[in-house]
């Protein structure tokens, strides 16, 4: 959950960041550029005043120049000079009174040309538009020279955005420095937060996970998170109190029953047989008799194991599963002759996991019975061994009927049994207790296809102590 809360978080707070961080930034650059303009303006209008004396038309030779137009020169070539700005007084058909450089002009078109024209309007130019620092352009400010009302002249600076544009990406940079640390802040801020959301919610899966495992024990420490989850905790508590008192109870019931009902099916039994004395041998009525009370027998036996499966706590200890493998296989190999199959074991000569050895012995003893009931004369069931990661993987494979993808579904479900296979004896529970048997110790048996034809039961034995 965290991989889906923590992005949105981040997304929300980058977008936050963002558009705060553009506006100033864009600010930032307006302002600064507005200084420069300002400055431009007090500077065009310092040296209009100083042509508003000058006379109305250049001198031809330097005799006739006049005193304050050499100043005016002067004052325009230190400018120049002083801050690389090119500044120049036009008269109105754009011949220069007096510029620096020599021989800069008012530009034919552009920016140049637009503000010398609003200025002999009689008005200053307008802002130029924004500089950014990508662009190479040069800003141009022009005042009109008003004398008698009358614009004689326009003075014009054009300056250069070199520096403008430093500074700007220098604040650009400082204001990314700052949204950046802001965002690492806000990012481990999110980490802790979201962590504190989930916290319990991790704690309710990992309990919700015990229970769906069999662990009916396990509960959830509502100490931490936000009220809602908290009061979620007590009631996860609250019902995995109630469902395991009903599996007792129901485990409790099962057992009581199975064991209450043996005394009496064996009497039942018993008197079948002094029955049977004064029939003739091979009564039908009486053989079909024997043997469904005989399966009854099995079923009430079956039902019982199940029951102390699901209750009997299970003592885990390091165990070598390629010995006790290989020990079960070796016991079963007699029934496998009788019945003409094959059984073979296949793995290492020594593999440790973490299990309870009698329960996994009983788990792998209903598997391999399973698999020889159904395994017909002259076929296969191979057991093999092998270690997977963390996990020790005990696989009977037979070359049976097999089943079909929507039993396999079905396969290890309290006394179902399938439609194909009625005739072959068992009550339907051997794998229901298998898997009891195994959760218990954090195993856990899996069913597949065994190509061609058959069943692949796999059990997979933990190495670590759960």
């Given at each position: 959950m965290r991989a889906r809360l923590l992005p949105l978080l981040?997304?929300?707070?980058?977008?936050?960041?963002?558009?705060?961080?553009?506006?100033?930034?864009?600010?930032?650059a307006n302002v600064q550029q507005q200084r420069l303009v300002v400055d431009r303006i007090d500077d065009t209008a310092r040296f209009a005043s100083l042509a508003q004396y000058v006379a109305t038309r250049p001198f031809e030779t330097p005799a006739e120049a006049d005193e304050r137009l050499l100043t005016l020169r002067a004052e325009l070539i230190r400018y120049e000079d002083l801050y690389d700005i090119r500044a120049g007084v036009f008269y109105r058909d754009g011949t220069a009174m007096a510029a620096a450089p020599d021989g800069w002009g008012v530009p034919p078109d552009g920016e140049g040309r637009q503000a010398f024209q609003e200025a002999l309007a009689g008005r200053r130019s307008h802002d130029p538009e924004q500089v950014w620092p990508w662009d190479d352009r040069r800003l141009t400010v022009a005042s009109p020279v008003i004398r008698d009302g009358d614009v004689v002249a326009v003075v014009v600076t054009d300056s250069p955005t070199g520096a403008l544009r430093s500074w700007i990406l220098h604040k650009w940079l400082l204001i990314l420095a700052g949204e950046t640390a802001a965002m690492l802040v806000a990012v481990a801020a999110a980490f802790r937060l979201t962590g504190w959301v989930l916290r319990p919610v991790r704690t309710l899966d990992a309990a919700a996970h015990g229970m769906a495992t069999g662990r009916m024990n396990s509960r959830v420490v509502v100490d931490s998170g936000p009220p809602e989850l908290r009061r979620l905790a007590r009631s996860f508590n609250e019902m995995a109190d109630?469902?395991?008192?009903?599996?007792?109870?129901q485990r409790a019931f099962v057992a009581d029953a199975s064991h209450q009902l043996r005394n009496p099916l064996a009497a039942l039994l018993l008197r079948i047989e002094l029955l049977a004395l004064d029939l003739p041998d091979g009564h039908e009525e009486i053989a079909s008799v024997r043997t469904e009370g005989k399966r009854l027998a099995r079923v009430l036996d079956d039902l019982l194991d199940l029951a102390l499966a699901e209750h009997a706590a299970t003592e885990?200890?390091?165990?070598?599963?390629?010995?006790?493998?290989?020990?079960?296989?070796?016991?079963?190999?007699?029934?496998?002759?009788?019945?003409?199959v094959a059984l073979s074991y296949t793995g290492p000569a020594a593999t440790t996991g973490w299990a309870d050895p009698i329960a996994l012995s009983s788990a792998l003893d209903a598997v391999v019975d399973n698999a020889l009931k159904f395994t017909p004369e002259d076929a296969r069931v191979e057991v093999s061994l092998e270690v997977a990661g963390d996990r020790v993987l005990v696989t009977v494979a037979d070359e049976g009927p097999g089943l079909t993808e929507e039993e396999l579904t079905r396969v290890g479900d309290r006394f179902w049994r399938?439609?194909?296979?009625?005739?072959?004896?068992?009550?339907?529970?051997g794998l229901s207790i298998s898997r009891a048997l195994l959760t218990a110790g954090g195993a856990g048996i899996a069913y597949a296809r065994n190509e061609p034809h058959g069943l692949r039961v796999t059990i997979d034995v933990p190495r670590e102590r759960p």
């Open positions: 981040i997304i929300l707070m980058a977008g936050v960041l963002i558009a705060l961080g553009l506006p100033l930034g864009a600010g930032l109630n469902v395991e008192e009903v599996l007792e109870q885990l200890q390091l165990t070598d599963i390629a010995d006790l493998v290989a020990d079960r296989v070796g016991s079963w190999s007699p029934v496998a002759d009788r019945e003409r399938s439609g194909r296979h009625q005739n072959v004896s068992g009550s339907g529970l």
